[in-house]
């Protein structure tokens, strides 16, 4: 399916129709969304246990559901309260909020809906008409992973850098913003975070970092959209001057010409808070580009890429930082969840900060200092020993740093992470720590050339590897290479408790509730959703979704019941993938059916005869991997996110091809149009590639019959 986005006009209907409509009994109050510090802050406390006022439920983000009706014992009895379509698909990753009666969730292209948490009706939509170009600005996918919530206003993240504050009751924008600073306005920023509200203030970072970027969080004022503060988290060329002190001091970690490539360091996901220490912690991305001989050459730590910092909540001042990966070259972001707890760690009482990034270390750190407790490598890894030094760094493996030594190296965990954006969940009942893990390992390796245009991924790796590289790579043929599971981890012994089986090849989000379960899903195309013992693993209940699960769920109550809504869907539809997006709510006793699903459509290959030589086919091979890779590459043999390209009926026709591919047909669905760098003779090879690829695989085919 195409042209899934509605206009503004048929937006206007839907608001019309809510408004002469009478209001919904189960909306009690007559402000929506009267979210307020005090309120955040109780619930952080045990009050309001009901809601999830913000994207982690509380400002600990430990993502817990205090309501414990649906148990161990009556989870057999869980059933579809009810489920709603959303208009867009690819990949939902947002956890909905709770206020008041009212859900509000983000889906992908940053569109927003409000539904009724009783019977599901559809309160508004909102969709912020984002360009479908900017779809090519992003690495991964045109999601959004939740909104905010704060006096009666809903927040949300837009792709194209927006920032927006809608009014809770009617969806309609109050105000909004471009979150990019004129003097970076060349790069090509993206949202997909979540924005958090501290004290009146929305803070919000921003992707790209594969592009050329230069990172950074802003906080703007909640009424107005004014900005109160703005913290870079890598130094500008010193020859600017420096924004603070602080840049100063990472200016010194550097070398080269950084800033005419960005630096990177994008906050583009977990951002918390503290209230108590009024400190907003920030979770910093990978360098641009990844190869860091490339982008500080002879090394460097590179402040603060690979970070969790610390900085004030009232005006963004700087005030501690834990680098979990000097040098970054990995693609290592620190940008996965951060969470807070109360840990009993010898002895006494420690309040701390956790993470468990790309990089397989299980970090926990004091909040209030930044001081290491621990690291531990929860996955292997092959850039370290394992270790981390009296210092506070990891114990390297010296050929990791491919740039340098200009071998090819596999690295485990590789840049997918062994645990990306997917929400991760503690249970203070039983002290574990429920985290999505994928066990990957990858060749990493220099780019032969590097020539980087602003506003195009870049990333400085590449380059062939040997053939024999998993043998000969000491320990590399041992790397677990398995699936996606859910690990449960003891965050103060510092182990492993229990694992799930393989469930897909991406995580997907999970919720420990006091319940004693743990709910998570499956990110395959025939997707489910189950609930497992929070303190064995064991599985209690699982349905079907119809549709990848990748988001997390989350739990609320209302008269009385408690529910358990999850975001589904997940890749471009076709090419195996059904999608199916919805949110699907469940309760105690819930019989609504979801409609059968359509038969995904059967893969055939049916390419045109070959048409090219070797030589263009190689040209096109390079093409591809320069231009189409990001996007398509990883969908090989895979049901990946986006179309598998080899299934193409267009390969049939050079017009058809160059229709999407040079003049940009599928543009508003987020495939850009290539005609401002490819020549129709280079379509022409990659076609040729691609037609190539399939014959390969007829070829495969037959020999496997
Ligand atoms: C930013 C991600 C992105 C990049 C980069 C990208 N594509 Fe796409 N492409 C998509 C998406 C998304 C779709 C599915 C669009 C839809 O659902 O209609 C798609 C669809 C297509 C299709 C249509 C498939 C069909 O159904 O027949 C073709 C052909 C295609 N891409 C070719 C290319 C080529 C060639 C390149 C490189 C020159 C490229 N794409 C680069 C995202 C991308």
């Known amino acids: 399916m195409t042209g899934f986005r509605i206009g503004a006009g048929l ?106 948490g009783k019977t599901g009706e559809q309160l508004w939509h909102y969709d912020p008409e984002v360009p479908g170009e900017v779809g090519g600005h992003g690495c991964c996918d045109v999601v959004n992973r939740g909104v905010a919530a704060w006096n009666g206003k809903i927040y949300v993240g837009v792709y194209d850098a927006r920032l927006v504050a809608l009014d809770a009751a009617t969806g309609e924008e109050v105000w909004s913003v471009n979150t990019v600073a004129e003097q970076d306005s060349k790069w090509p920023y993206t949202i997909t975070g979540a924005p958090r509200v501290v004290n009146g203030k929305v803070v919000i970072g921003n992707g790209g970092a594969e592009f050329g970027v230069r990172g950074f969080v802003t906080a703007f004022d909640a009424e107005t959209g004014d900005v109160v503060w703005r913290f870079y988290t890598v130094p500008d060329n010193p020859a600017n001057g420096f924004e603070n002190a602080a840049l100063e001091m990472a200016a010194e970690t550097w070398n080269g010409e950084w800033w005419t490539l960005g630096g990177g360091g994008t906050v583009w996901d977990a951002i918390i808070h503290d209230p108590e220490l009024n400190l907003v912690y920030l979770g910093v991305g990978n360098g641009s580009p990844w190869n860091a001989e490339f982008r500080s050459p002879g090394g460097g730590d590179n402040l603060f890429l690979s970070s969790i910092v610390a900085v004030d909540a009232d005006t963004g001042e700087y005030v501690w930082h834990y680098q979990e990966t000097p040098g970054e070259t990995w693609d290592y972001t620190a940008t996965q969840p951060m969470m807070l707890a109360d840990l009993e760690i010898g002895g006494e009482t420690r309040r701390v900060i956790m993470q468990a990034p790309k990089n397989g270390f299980f970090y926990v750190l004091d909040a209030a200092t930044g001081e290491l407790i621990s690291g531990t490598p929860y996955t292997a890894q092959s850039w370290t020993t394992g270790e981390i030094d009296e210092s506070g760094r990891p114990v390297f493996v010296e050929g990791a740093f491919f740039g340098r030594t200009g071998e090819p190296f596999i690295v485990a965990p590789s840049a997918q992470g062994a645990h990306a954006w997917h929400p991760w969940s503690y249970s203070p009942e039983t002290g574990l720590v429920y985290l999505p893990l994928v066990e990957t390992a990858a060749v990493m390796g220099p780019a032969e050339e590097y020539n980087p245009v602003v506003g195009r991924a870049n990333t400085g790796t590449g380059g062939g590897a040997p053939d024999d590289i998993w043998e000969t790579q000491p320990g590399a043929a041992d790397l677990p290479r398995g699936g996606a599971r859910l690990l449960a981890w003891d965050p103060v012994a510092r182990e492993e408790i229990w694992r799930t089986d393989i469930k897909g090849r991406v995580g997907s989000g999970a919720l420990a509730t006091a319940g004693g379960l743990v709910f998570s899903g499956s990110p395959e195309l025939d997707g489910w959703l189950a609930a497992l013992d929070a303190e064995t693993g064991q599985e209690l209940w699982r349905q079907d979704t119809e549709a990848g699960v990748v988001a997390a769920p989350m739990s609320y109550e209302l008269g009385g019941v408690q529910y358990v809504a999850q975001l589904v869907g997940y890749g471009v539809p076709g090419y195996g993938n059904s999608n199916g997006s919805r949110l699907l709510v469940y309760t105690l006793g819930g019989t609504q059916t979801l409609p059968p699903t359509p038969p995904a459509p059967e893969l055939v290959l049916n390419p045109p005869e070959q048409f090219a030589e070797a030589d263009v086919i190689a040209d096109g091979q390079a093409l591809f991997t320069d231009n189409c890779a990001m996007c398509h590459e990883s969908s090989f043999g895979n049901r990946g996110l986006f179309p598998d390209l080899r299934y193409s009926v267009r390969l049939n026709s050079q017009e058809a091809f160059d229709a999407v591919v040079l003049a940009g047909a599928l543009e508003p669905n987020g495939m850009i149009a290539f005609g401002d760098r490819l020549q129709p003779a280079d379509t022409a090879a990659i076609r040729a590639y691609l037609v190539d690829r399939a014959h390969q695989q007829m070829a495969a085919n037959a020999a496997r019959q």
């Open 11 to 116: 937006l206007g209907l839907t608001a019309m129709a809510f408004a002469a409509a009478p209001a919904p009994a189960t909306a009690q109050p007559t402000q929506p969304a009267q979210v307020d510090e005090a309120r955040l802050e109780a619930a952080a406390g045990g009050g309001d246990p009901g809601q999830w006022m913000s994207v982690g439920r509380t400002y600990d983000e430990q993502r817990f559901s205090p309501l414990d009706q649906i148990d161990t014992e009556t989870v057999s009895d869980l059933g579809l309260a009810w489920y709603a379509d959303v208009e867009t698909q690819r990949g939902q990753e947002a956890t909905p909020l709770f206020i008041d009666g009212v859900l509000y969730v983000s889906t992908a292209w940053s569109h927003v809906y409000a539904f009724d």
